[in-house]
């Protein structure tokens, strides 16, 4: 089991960034996919996009051309780059790996 932590929620603005975090994994992080999800309030989980051990990136058409993940595997760390936010992204943000899931962060999206 790995134990994934997300990290880097928080409230921003409409029109805003945020970076989420994704680590836990260790070198696991180079060699599979991590998949990025959200869940809002009421909501089923969403997926969010993907990147692959190729580093090739697939997203949700709802995020295509605001979000973008990438991982630094020095850092043994996969990022969210979330920009122009909108209140629609508003969610607990999980990242997954290998069937396991961390406890999620909160993004919240409001003026």
């Known amino acids: 089991q790995v134990q994934l932590v997300e990290s880097g929620g928080g409230l921003a603005e409409p029109g805003g960034s945020l970076q989420l975090s994704c680590t836990g994994a260790g070198s696991l992080f180079s060699l599979h996919a991590t998949g990025w999800y959200r869940q809002a309030p009421g909501d089923r989980r969403e997926w969010v996009g993907v990147i692959n051990r190729d580093d090739v990136t697939n997203y949700a058409d709802s995020v295509k051309g605001r979000f973008t993940i990438s991982r630094d595997n020095a850092k043994q760390t996969v990022y969210l780059q979330m920009n122009n936010l909108r209140p629609d992204d508003t969610a607990v943000y999980y990242c997954?790996?290998?069937?396991?899931w961390g406890q999620g962060t909160q993004v919240t999206v409001s003026s």
């Open positions: 997954s790996l290998l069937s396991s």
